[in-house]
Each structure stands twice: as structure tokens, then as C-alpha cells.
């Protein structure tokens, strides 16, 4: 057998020490043989940024397969790329950088693989199987919670599943430019809303799919307000008429938080209390890398052993 050529890949942002990415990409290079590759953790500013990507590309013996972008850097990053491709330009965001070198000139190329992320992991949550396409709408309401880049690709994800006019509830309008000029690029016709509590749970109750782009705790309101519109509605008769949490009936359909530390989070242990399907973050975040791995390597992502990997790394029971 031939020697594995030595790659490097490595995951950049600004906090990036609390990364998974490193267990999940070398779980995946064990289990498909690449004991030449190697994935690192950089810590890397916005202002840093672009020297280090200079130095990728002037040092072509280091051979460079990719890199996994974390906050701040995904929408820092697209100015400084060669190429970037149509589902990340609409989205606005990259998170995965690919390096190509021809005639020992090295290119870079802007992905995004969040997208597949939030569609694989809605789809765990919406039962195996489930496709988009015409006369097969598993998702016909959905709701988006705040209105940061992850928004833009819940967005794109739910178009994807058969949702192109999600309701968007953010904290200030005045604030989400970047994710308006994301919609008019993607053609979809999400409705923006301010948060308010009767109008959020009632909308987080009647949806198919939900998906929390918040910040950690910053949805905890919610789980609280759900779990007392639905006891208020239950005290009713069903009738919903409760004043505690807008007087919501408990929710029907898929959440998929993307936060995963805590985890559950207090959204998470909410929603399945109440009897609905709860899908946590690290779920995307797996889907996310098992793309990234194919998109490197040029093979297909070992999601088993990638899996095993990430739930030994959090202490989930198989």
C-alpha cells in the first residue's frame, strides 16, 4: 500500500479553543485510513485573518486541504477568497475554506456547509427519509429565532425542506441589513418580526420546524413561556385562552436549537417535556463536518465513527 500524502485542515476562529471540529475531523481521517492528514486549532482574529491566509497560499509544500471557520470569520472571510460559490455568496456566510493548487499557484474557494448541516439535522428530527421537492412540503410553517449569518442558512435550509416564507423573530430590526440583503439574494420571503411573547409562542407552537439561532440563554424566555402557555391552555380546556405565556397550546413540530453547550438547553428540555421532537446542536454541527470532510478529502465522510467520536467527546450514552 502507498503512503497517505500528508494534508493539514484546520478549524479558525476567535474564541476557538472550545472547537468539536478536531474530534470530528480526526475521527473521520482514522476511519478512512489518512494517517497523513493532520487538522489543527488556530486562534485567529478578524485583523489576523488575511495574513494568515496569505501564508497558506505562498507556502504550497504545506499542502493545504481546508479550513472550518467559527465566529467571527465567516462573513470576514469572503472578501479575501479567489472564489466563492453561489450557495455562500447568497447565504452570505463561509464556513469552510478549499485550497487548490495548480502549476504551484494555490486558489481558495468559499463554501458553505451549515446549510447541510441544519437540513440533515431537521431531517433526524422530521424522521428518516424526509425530502424536499414538489408535491413533498414536510415543512409548511417554520420559524426562525434571531437574525444573525446562522439565520440566513436556517433560511436556505428550510427553502431546502420546502419552507420558503419562514417567520424570522428578531430582537431589533434595525439590526439584520446583512441578513435582508442574504433573502433577497436566496429569493426567499421570510416576514421579520420584533420579539414579542403572545406573537413568539404562539408562532413556536404552530410551527413544523423551529429553529433557535440565539445565543446561548438567550432563549430561555421562550422555554419559559411556552411551558406556561401550555399549562395555561391545558387549565382551559385546550381552549388556549391562558394568560400565562400567551395562552400558547404545547408545540407540534421539530426544534432544532444550534446551540449545544449547555446542553440540552433550556429551550431543548422545554420542548420535549412538552411532548415534541427536539434536536440538539451538535447534531448540525456533525452533519456540518461530515460535509466538510467530503468537500477536503474527496471521500465520503465515515458519519458513524464521526458520530461515536463527537458523543464520546460530550458523554452521550449511544
Known amino acids: 500500500m502507498s503512503a497517505t500524502p500528508s494534508r493539514r485542515a484546520a478549524v479558525l ?38 495574513g494568515f491566509l496569505d501564508d497558506t497560499e505562498r507556502d504550497p509544500a504545506q499542502a493545504w486541504a481546508g479550513l472550518s471557520l467559527t465566529m467571527p470569520l465567516k462573513q470576514a472571510v469572503i472578501p479575501l477568497l479567489d472564489h466563492v460559490e453561489p450557495l455562500a455568496e447568497a447565504v452570505g456566510a463561509v464556513n469552510t475554506v478549499l ?24 431531517r433526524e428530527g422530521l424522521g428518516a427519509g424526509v425530502a424536499a421537492g414538489p408535491g413533498n412540503r414536510p415543512v409548511a410553517e417554520a420559524v426562525v429565532l434571531g437574525g444573525g449569518a446562522t439565520a440566513a442558512s436556517a433560511l436556505a435550509a428550510l427553502a431546502e425542506l420546502g419552507c420558503a416564507s419562514a417567520q424570522v423573530f428578531v430582537r431589533s430590526l434595525d439590526r439584520i441589513g446583512p441578513l435582508r440583503e442574504a433573502v433577497a ?3 426567499v420571503t421570510p416576514s421579520f418580526e420584533v420579539f414579542d411573547d403572545k406573537a413568539t409562542t404562539s408562532a413556536l407552537a404552530s410551527a413544523d420546524a423551529v429553529v433557535s439561532t440565539t445565543p446561548k440563554y438567550a432563549a430561555d ?7 406556561d402557555g401550555a399549562r395555561g391552555a391545558a387549565r382551559d ?33 422545554a420542548w420535549t417535556a412538552l411532548g415534541a421532537r427536539a434536536v440538539g446542536g451538535e447534531r448540525m454541527l456533525l452533519h456540518q463536518a461530515a460535509e466538510q470532510v467530503r468537500l477536503m ?16 467527546a460530550l458523554a452521550v450514552p449511544a
Request: hydrophobic share 40%; glycine share 16%.
Open 13 to 50: 476562529g476567535h474564541p476557538v479553543a472550545h472547537s468539536l471540529s478536531p474530534v470530528l475531523h480526526t475521527a473521520a481521517y482514522r476511519a478512512l485510513g489518512l494517517a497523513g492528514w493532520d487538522y489543527g486549532v488556530h486562534d485567529v482574529t478578524e485583523d489576523a485573518l488575511a
Open 99 to 122: 485550497f487548490t493548487a495548480v502549476g504551484g499557484v494555490t486558489s481558495t474557494t468559499g463554501t458553505n456547509t451549515d446549510v447541510h448541516g441544519i437540513v440533515a439535522a431537521l
Open 185 to 187: 439574494r436566496m429569493g
Open 221 to 227: 424566555t421562550w422555554a419559559k413561556l411556552l411551558t
Open 237 to 269: 380546556g385546550g381552549a388556549g385562552g391562558g394568560d400565562e405565556g400567551g395562552g400558547s397550546a404545547a408545540p407540534r413540530g421539530v426544534l432544532l436549537d444550534v446551540v449545544y453547550d449547555p446542553r440540552p438547553t433550556a429551550l431543548q428540555s
Open 297 to 312: 478529502t474527496g471521500q465520503v465522510a465515515p458519519l458513524a465513527a464521526m458520530d461515536e467520536a463527537l458523543r464520546a
